[in-house]
């Protein structure tokens, strides 16, 4: 999506330090709040996004994924979207989205716009419609701060298997893949995973994924740990097995 209603600039990188496998728990990963219209309380945008978010509460957690709009008229109408990670169960998936939903409303009081993600899930609603589009405003990455021994190695290795996991992502009806790849000689794996929100077709999903992937230069050059993280698509890599199953 490139609407501007978003913070900017369009393509915001954040770069937040982890020091080895921390645990978020139920905390926010990071939010954007929109930068611009506002609506008043018990007015028919209100009324239209919560009961969006009621029903993407009830739907979500079935298929791990979310979408619809509410209203009558164009200037009332509230968009949403869930999405949550693929190896999390339903019930994991409810409690996340339901927190998702209750937690944006808290941090962005009466804007018609925000994004917010957590480990297991995220939520965004506008009072546009911005299904099918790529979102490349509201954009973030994490970092584990610690090195490893040989970078160029790592680096192409960490390319190979997030470029291989966007393809059998954008091939799969869930949008969603992970895998791992032994680390040279060394008895060390790398672990990784891809995934995009499911309102995208598979081109898009692609090409957000490979986006993303062009980007770790930029946050996450040698480090043991990282991931980007956007409003259409996500990448994470880590040493360590962090998803279930």
Same mark, same amino acid.
């Given at each position: 999506?490139?609407?501007?209603?978003?913070?900017?600039?369009?393509?915001?990188?954040?770069?937040?330090?982890?020091?080895?496998?921390?645990?978020?728990?139920?905390?926010?990963?990071?939010?954007?709040?929109?930068?611009?219209?506002?609506?008043?309380?018990?007015?028919?945008?209100?009324?239209?996004?919560?009961?969006?978010?009621?029903?993407?509460?009830?739907?979500?957690?079935?298929?791990?994924?979310? #979408?619809?709009?509410?209203?009558?008229?164009?200037?009332?109408?509230?968009?949403?979207?869930?999405?949550?990670?693929?190896?999390?169960?339903?019930?994991?998936?409810?409690?996340?989205?339901?927190?998702?939903?209750?937690?944006?409303?808290?941090?962005?009081?009466?804007?018609?716009?925000?994004?917010?993600?957590?480990?297991?899930?995220?939520?965004?609603?506008?009072?546009?419609?911005?299904?099918?589009?790529?979102?490349?405003?509201?954009?973030?990455?994490?970092?584990?701060?610690?090195?490893?021994?040989?970078?160029?190695?790592?680096?192409?290795?960490?390319?190979?298997?997030?470029?291989?996991?966007?393809?059998?992502?954008?091939?799969?009806?869930?949008?969603?893949?992970?895998?791992?790849?032994? #680390?040279?000689?060394?008895?060390?794996?790398?672990?990784?995973?891809?995934?995009?929100?499911?309102?995208?077709?598979?081109?898009?999903?692609?090409?957000?994924?490979?986006?993303?992937?062009?980007?770790?230069?930029?946050?996450?050059?040698?480090?043991?740990?990282?991931?980007?993280?956007?409003?259409?698509?996500?990448?994470?890599?880590? #040493?360590?097995?962090?998803?279930?199953?």
């Amino acid at each position: 999506m490139s609407s501007s209603k978003f913070s900017t600039p369009t393509t915001f990188l954040l770069i937040f330090v982890l020091l080895f496998k921390t645990c978020f728990g139920a905390n926010p990963l990071f939010h954007f709040c929109s930068s611009s219209q506002n609506f008043t309380a018990n007015t028919p945008y209100d009324s239209n996004l919560r009961t969006l978010i009621n029903s993407l509460i009830y739907k979500t957690p079935s298929t791990g994924f979310g #979408i619809g709009s509410i209203g009558q008229y164009q200037n009332q109408k509230a968009y949403g979207l869930t999405l949550c990670r693929g190896d999390v169960s339903a019930s994991e998936c409810k409690t996340c989205v339901s927190d998702a939903t209750k937690e944006i409303l808290s941090l962005c009081p009466y804007n018609k716009g925000a994004i917010i993600w957590y480990d297991n899930c995220m939520f965004k609603y506008l009072d546009t419609d911005f299904f099918g589009n790529i979102d490349n405003t509201n954009k973030f990455s994490l970092l584990n701060v610690q090195n490893v021994t040989d970078p160029a190695m790592f680096n192409y290795m960490t390319k190979e298997l997030l470029s291989l996991l966007a393809y059998k992502a954008y091939v799969s009806p869930n949008m969603y893949a992970t895998g791992e790849l032994k #680390i040279g000689g060394e008895s060390k794996k790398l672990y990784g995973l891809t995934q995009c929100t499911r309102d995208l077709s598979s081109s898009s999903c692609k090409k957000c994924l490979d986006d993303a992937i062009s980007e770790l230069p930029n946050c996450c050059d040698g480090k043991e740990g990282g991931r980007v993280v956007g409003g259409s698509c996500n990448i994470r890599y880590e #040493i360590y097995p962090f998803v279930k199953g």
